[in-house]
């Protein structure tokens, strides 16, 4: 397997509720919900780094199309990583994210790695973590 990951999905309980998040709250560039003709196609994507989509589906549609069961959400299987430049980049982050309506988890601090992180949750109790990583070079 190469590795061309090019789109990470989440399923959601409410998408008008999810692009409001992610759109309005964090800012990120989104065309809106689109697939509405279709049975179980409404989905939003937004773009994030490298050529890379986040994109918010229905749990109920993915469950669908996987033919696997919707059970109980569990933050614990997965995190999704974004790293930025500095310290500061990371409260603010967290900041953005707690002002559109995200948990926060763990407030940013230092790591056992030399690093500096916190973590929140979306509304769909997604967990992301907001870390700085000095082995990092992060450009814009």
Known sequence: MKPRITVITLGV???????AFYRDGLGLPTQG????EF?????????????IKLAVWPRTSLARDTGIAIGQPNATEFTIGHNVASKQEVDAVMEQARLAGAVIVKPARPTFWGGYAGYFQDPDQHLWEVVWNPQFDIRE
Request: glycine share 12%; no cysteine.
């Open 13 to 19: 309980d409410d998408l008008e509720r999810s692009l």
């Open 33 to 36: 919900i689109i697939g509405r």
């Open 39 to 51: 049975e179980h196609g409404a989905v939003a994507f937004f773009d994030l780094s490298a050529g």
